[in-house]
């Protein structure tokens, strides 16, 4: 049974923001349609996420909840998520209140003026470290530097999607996803809506550094081959360096002033040793993602689903 706008909520250790989120986002939702579902997809939570989830299901005929097998990553939560939502419109959005649920009748809006895709702007970001926010800053603009795609600035997964945008985004099957650029990569009319992200409500981060750094080389790899191409332009920089190098010893040479060769000569191996490992490594990160989709394991697998007539994958 359709409706006319999914809600899909990504948990992972949430058990303190689901009751406040739920709170919060119903009378929301009823204030600006007509009908609509929350999708829960707990991606292997080790808390009380999904009790809270299954009790909040057989409590309100509106709210369905998927739970994974184990965990496999937030982007996967989302693609489960989509492959399940039956609303005309689609929000994607995480369970910890900083994507505020307040901003979802701004987006319906936007679609209802016919917008396919509604992606929410961050204006302000409240509660994060000087060093997280720099870091982010950075990065999306050197993603949108060195990838042929128009991904917004400032953005994250927080975006309403129309029916069409869905379906399309379900056709995708790549494993290392990153939502937000795969979305963009879809095109259909797209715009933004600019909002204040608030601090996480209760419980910690599910992007610590060493995730944050794997997320951008995913969403890198993903979406350019300029790390490829670094082996090229090293390669004629190391090139003219060494020609010009070579000038300088013969130039010397000529005038009779010379040296012991050893510690150029090492410096000379360790560099070009260290550019040579850089540039095996980037080669094995994209001989990585080959590998894998190549295998065509299922994205993910659902061990239980609640609520709202489920259906299968």
Avoid at 17 to 41: M, T, W
Avoid at 73 to 79: L, P, R, S, T, V
Avoid at 100 to 123: H, M, S
Wanted: hydrophobic share 45%; aromatic share 12%; with cysteine.
């Amino acid at each position: 049974m359709s409706c006319e706008l999914s809600v899909v909520v990504p948990v992972f250790n949430e058990e303190g923001n689901i009751p406040e989120l739920y709170r919060r986002l119903v009378p929301v939702l009823e204030g600006c349609v007509a009908s609509f579902e929350v999708v829960f997809v707990d991606d292997g939570s080790r808390d009380r996420s999904w009790e809270l989830v299954r009790d909040l299901a057989g409590r309100d005929g509106r709210v369905r909840g998927l739970k994974f097998s184990r965990n496999f990553g937030h982007q996967m939560a989302f693609a489960a998520g989509l492959e399940q939502a039956r609303g005309e419109a689609v929000v994607i959005m995480d369970a910890d209140l900083q994507d505020p649920p307040e901003v979802i009748p701004e987006l319906v809006g936007r679609f209802r003026e016919g917008w396919d895709v509604v992606y929410a702007q961050r204006r302000r970001r409240e509660g994060e470290s000087a060093f997280k926010l720099w870091t982010a800053k950075a990065f999306y603009r050197l993603l949108r530097r060195i990838t042929p795609v128009d991904i917004p600035l400032d953005t994250g997964d927080f975006r309403l999607m129309s029916r069409r945008a869905v379906d399309a985004f379900r056709r995708l099957g790549e494993r290392h996803r990153f939502t937000r650029g795969l979305v963009a990569w879809l095109g259909f009319r797209q715009t933004g809506v600019l909002y204040d992200r608030a601090a996480r409500h209760a419980g910690d981060t599910k992007y610590p550094l060493r995730k944050m750094v794997r997320f951008a080389i995913d969403a890198i790899t993903s979406f350019s081959h300029v790390p490829l191409q670094l082996a090229t332009w090293l390669g004629f920089a190391v090139s003219a360096f060494a020609f010009a190098y070579i000038l300088v010893v013969l130039v010397l040479k000529v005038v009779g002033i010379s040296w012991p060769g050893y510690t150029s000569l090492m410096a000379a191996i360790l560099f070009l040793g260290g550019v040579q490992l850089v540039m095996i490594g980037l080669l094995g990160e994209y001989l990585g993602r080959v590998y894998d989709e190549v295998k065509r394991r299922p994205l993910y697998l659902v061990q239980e689903e609640v609520g709202g007539g489920t259906r299968g994958e």
